[in-house]
């Protein structure tokens, strides 16, 4: 079993006093209990027994879905793991789970059962479709809740087909982002009620949500329903990457008539594109004469021209350059752990600062704070109903 020692780890951050289980899933919510924990709150991650599938073994000094964390495989299948179950969610904070609709009501641990046996908790339920509607049961992905949603149309060049933006949009920011603020919104709301309630976080809304100024700009005829016709899907050529000299990239984003005069003067661009700039006839020819220029030079010339002004020009950088870069060093956007270099926790406290999480911890100390410890836990563990 853990000592205290491994609990020391946590206490830092804004929501240090916080207990947080974390049904154990893929994408959003092991970046929400990442997040969480490196926050501050004690996040226990609670896997089934037979542990993650052999394509999800990350190697542990770089698995983030579980660094920050306590671990802990329960046996979901009896009735004696389905009862630890209930006794860490009778002493948590917040309970958040990513299975399809109705999994854990087959564990005994619905919102009606769990907020019956704790009225405080705040249970936060992580869905690509949400918890109801014709495609609730339905199995998805990012790209498939971004196709039912508007947004996957919206992204791609004008001439080719809609492209996957990873799988950051309705995974990690409709999905995540959101689970987080409803989360954190419910705990607000606790303070003053003194209950708990249930977060019904969808990706499909989520994205949704991310996209609203664009269902303003077609309600208002800004905005047509064609990739690569609009100011900021590429259509526009002052908002678009080019290849430059050596294959690489830049990113122009001058989209502001004083930024635009700028990035002119400087590539240069002929003062009649700076006089029409938002005159769509122009686009095209525009276009080639900014991309004929670019491909002049090499990427990193061009950074070194715009970089000191306001031109909206940057170099598009790989993962391993944005480390490295002299702004993100200043900083101190990304960080080292373990041999692996990362993105630092985000956002920032001025009082109560997150940090980033260690490696995943066994989950004695965690199961203590629960009130299962001693011979109690270590019955449990020799039954095989948990391994810590």
Not at 345 to 362: C, D, H, I, K, V
Request: with cysteine; net charge neutral; hydrophobic share 45%.
């Amino acid at each position: 079993m853990a000592g205290a020692a491994e609990s020391r780890t946590q206490g830092r951050g804004p929501l240090a006093g916080l207990k947080v289980i974390e049904m154990a899933g893929l994408g959003p919510v092991p970046l929400a209990g990442l997040m969480l924990a490196e926050m501050g709150a004690e996040v226990l991650r609670v896997e089934r027994k037979a542990g993650p599938p052999p394509f999800l073994k990350v190697p542990p000094a770089f698995d983030l879905d579980r660094r920050g964390r306590a671990v802990l495989r329960l046996d979901l299948k009896k009735d004696e793991g389905r009862a630890v179950l209930m006794r860490l969610i009778e002493g948590a904070d917040i309970l958040i789970e990513g299975f399809r609709p109705g999994v854990m009501e087959r564990f005994g641990a619905g919102p009606d059962t769990a907020l019956a046996c704790n009225p405080r908790l705040v249970y936060g339920r992580m869905t690509g479709f949400g918890q109801d509607g014709p495609l609730a049961a339905r199995a998805g992905h990012d790209l498939t809740y971004l196709a039912y949603s508007g947004v996957l149309s919206m992204i791609g060049p004008k001439d080719g087909r809609p492209v996957p933006p990873l799988n950051l949009i309705a995974d990690y920011g409709g999905g995540t982002m959101f689970l987080l603020t409803g989360l954190l919104a419910a705990l607000v709301e606790r303070a003053a009620s003194g209950r708990g309630q249930v977060v019904d976080a969808a990706m499909i809304d989520g994205a949704s949500m991310l996209a609203a100024p664009f269902f303003s700009f077609l309600a208002a005829g800004f905005w047509q329903e064609r990739r690569g016709a609009n100011l900021l899907d590429s259509g526009a050529p002052f908002y678009d990457t080019y290849e430059t000299a050596d294959g690489r990239h830049v990113a122009v984003a001058c989209l502001e008539p004083q930024f635009f005069a700028e990035f002119a003067r400087l590539l240069p661009l002929a003062a009649r594109f700076v006089e029409g700039q938002y005159d769509p006839r122009l686009w095209g020819e525009m276009r080639a004469a900014i991309a004929a220029r670019i491909a002049e030079e090499p990427r990193d010339h061009w950074a070194a021209l715009f970089g000191p002004t306001d031109a909206c020009v940057a170099p598009v950088l790989t993962p391993g350059e944005a480390a490295g870069h002299p702004h993100n060093r200043a900083r101190r956007t990304h960080v080292e752990t373990d041999g692996m270099t990362r993105p630092a926790p985000a956002p920032r406290f001025s009082r109560s600062p997150s940090a980033a999480a260690g490696p995943a911890r066994t989950a004695g100390a965690a199961l203590a704070g629960f009130g299962i410890a001693g011979e109690e836990a270590a019955a449990l563990e020799a039954a095989g109903i948990i391994a810590t």
